[in-house]
């Protein structure tokens, strides 16, 4: 089991960091939501769901959700993954500045607890955060501030671990 990992502020933040999640952390149009399904040069993917990311020129990180009938038949487990996802992304939304995501829904998503897919889901979320380190420490084309930090392990009930 992985050690577990401590959020890292900026050094230059005085401000408490803000955690809400408006519509400017949202993917809500076609247009927002083509460059990514066009270009996603970061992927992870899982058997019940797939993440796809791409770099923005935002200095915060914007998420959708693709949530498919065909995958997820009733639409009350549709809104509780669609919750689980946005919590935990709007808990860490800090690491993945720069970054859009689009998160696809597979079949058997519906199947998984609470726990269950947030374990998986933060597994996805470590995979694309070292995918986007390598690539922007490759490129060279963007800098971040939280470049160094990895984002932090959320519980089932919300939590970051360890706090």
Known sequence: MPAEIEFQQPASSNQAQDFRFG???RLLCAADFKPVFDDAPLRASHQNFLILARFNQLPHARLGLVMAKKHIRHA?????MKRLIREN?????QAFAGVDMILLSRTGLDKLSNS???????????????????HRL???THSSL???AEPPQVNADGKTAGH
């Open 146 to 148: 939280a470049a160094n």
């Open 76 to 80: 009350v487990e549709r809104n509780r």
């Open 116 to 134: 269950e897919f947030t374990q998986q889901l933060n597994q996805q979320w470590q995979r694309i955060f070292k995918k986007m380190r390598h």
């Open 89 to 93: 992304f709007r808990l860490q939304q």
């Open 23 to 25: 519509k400017s952390l």
């Open 138 to 140: 490759t490129s060279h």
